[in-house]
């Protein structure tokens, strides 16, 4: 607590040299600096939590000075789930072009070359873009390369349980429709988009079928539907992808014969410009969209070679842009749909302090999760009538993370990393506790 003044001098400062009397005046009011005052309020707030059985871990760094305001395990590893999408985000708007590749492709006589890049966005049911279906309908005959892709369907670490859930498409080289079914209940019935799959559907209006392992949306090995919305409802699958399907289905939306490409052409390839990839990132950042965030990274290594791999997109950003990085993180997918991912909250505010020195402020935040705006932090920091936390959520069953950058009422920005792993109680407690202590740091910085 900080001491005044008795009688507009402290006590004994009579019997005090002028250098020492300055000394102690420097002394007590930097113990009522803001910075201070945040420390000992968060040293009493963790030390009440001492008996938690949780894994906790927050680093609060000052945007324009990088003094550290509070540091609890920064240097620790935690499970981030959605928060490695900010290295992917980082990625993306370190190498991707303004627009992404939609298509690489090569004119040889009358056939087209098309080879995937990975965009996540054609026919997507959210973002409609329609770029390469426009280009390759003006072509009857379509070459496709679509084998591209280095990596299995499903990331190291994923839950392959939830392979029916809409959070887990899988990824592939050429997607289409978002590698999902939407089917939608109308008042003429069920609508699936794709369309091909309307016969596919084994179950009446709002019912399920039991199948071996319990109820499922979808059977494991084949395109078969279990559920189908209730009335006014929509319902995302994904379905199982392969190349073969992609050529498909790309052959179904542009009319035109899709045979399968097993080499490159040999000409060089030109790149289609597709759909601007801040509103890629948008998405993907503030509703944690994990198909996107897996497709941007198989984007990001398209830039550097033919062939779509997540590792290859992984080293490169490491080895070229984040070299400084605090501690080397385990980073084995671009959503955090892996319980293998390991990354430090050392690490994430580095990021985040990159990140806000090499991009404008104004462009960065319009692209994260805005406290309540919009996003998966909509029904949180809602106070005030501008926002002033930007950021991502993190979460998986038991872990719960946020980081972003957090607009102090005197006007400070501060970056943030706040980690919570292995919690046994309801997720919405750790959230309110979160927003508790963030909103007084906003108050007293």
């Known amino acids: 607590m900080c001491k005044t003044p008795v009688n507009g001098h402290y006590r004994g400062m009579e019997t005090m040299g002028s250098a020492a ?8 009011f930097s113990g009522c600096s803001p910075a201070r005052k945040v420390s000992r309020y968060l040293k009493r707030e963790f030390r009440a939590e001492t008996q938690s059985n949780q894994f906790t871990g927050l680093l609060l760094v000052d945007a324009r000075t990088r003094d550290t305001l509070y540091a609890l395990n920064p240097e620790k590893y935690f499970t981030p789930a959605s928060n490695v999408k900010l290295f992917t985000f980082y990625a993306a708007l370190k190498t991707l072009p303004q627009h992404i590749p939609a298509l690489k492709y090569a004119r040889l006589g009358d056939t087209l070359y098309v080879v995937g890049t990975g965009d996540p966005a054609a026919l997507h049911p959210d973002l409609r873009d329609s770029t390469a279906l426009r280009f390759m309908r003006g072509f009857p005959e379509i070459t496709m390369v679509n084998t591209n892709l280095a990596d299995p369907t499903y990331g190291p670490g994923w839950s392959w349980d939830d392979f029916d859930q809409y959070y887990m498409p899988g990824r592939s080289a050429f997607p289409i429709h ?4 939407r089917l939608t209940a109308t008042s003429d019935g ?17 019912s ?4 071996e392992n319990g109820s499922r949306l979808r059977a494991e090995t084949r395109n078969l539907f279990y559920q189908v919305p209730e009335s006014g409802d929509t319902l995302d699958i994904p379905i199982r992808v392969s190349p073969g399907l992609e050529r498909q289905l790309w052959s179904e939306a542009t009319g035109s014969r899709i045979h399968e490409g097993r080499h490159l052409p040999p000409d060089s390839l030109e790149s289609l410009p597709g759909m601007a990839v801040d509103t890629l990132l948008k998405k993907m950042m503030a509703e944690s969209d994990n198909f996107i965030a897996e497709q941007l990274m198989l984007a990001v290594s398209g830039t550097r070679s033919d062939t779509l791999s997540f590792r290859s997109a992984r080293d490169f950003v490491l080895e070229e842009y984040l070299p400084g990085l605090p501690q080397k993180p385990r980073w084995v997918d671009g959503s955090g749909l892996s319980r293998y991912n390991l990354f430090t909250p050392e690490s994430v505010v580095y990021l985040l302090g990159k990140l806000y020195r090499e ?16 996003g998966t932090i909509e ?3 809602r106070d005030g009538e501008a926002p002033y936390l930007f950021g991502k959520t993190g979460s998986l069953g038991n872990n719960h993370n946020l980081s972003g950058y957090l607009r102090t009422r005197s006007g400070k920005l501060v970056l943030f990393a706040f980690m919570n792993n292995h919690f046994t109680e ?15 740091v906003r108050d007293t910085y």
């Open 21 to 28: 009397v300055v000394f102690l005046l420097l002394l007590a």
């Open 178 to 181: 978002g590698n999902i079914l």
């Open 190 to 206: 069920v609508r699936a988009e794709p369309a091909v799959f309307g016969d596919s559907l084994l179950a009446g209006s709002g």
């Open 208 to 211: 399920r079928l039991q199948i």
């Open 359 to 374: 991009f404008p402020e104004a462009r960065l935040f319009a692209l994260l999760a805005q406290g309540g705006r919009n």
């Open 379 to 381: 029904d949180y920091y």
């Open 426 to 440: 309801p997720s919405g407690n750790v959230k309110n506790r979160m927003q508790r202590i963030l909103r007084e």
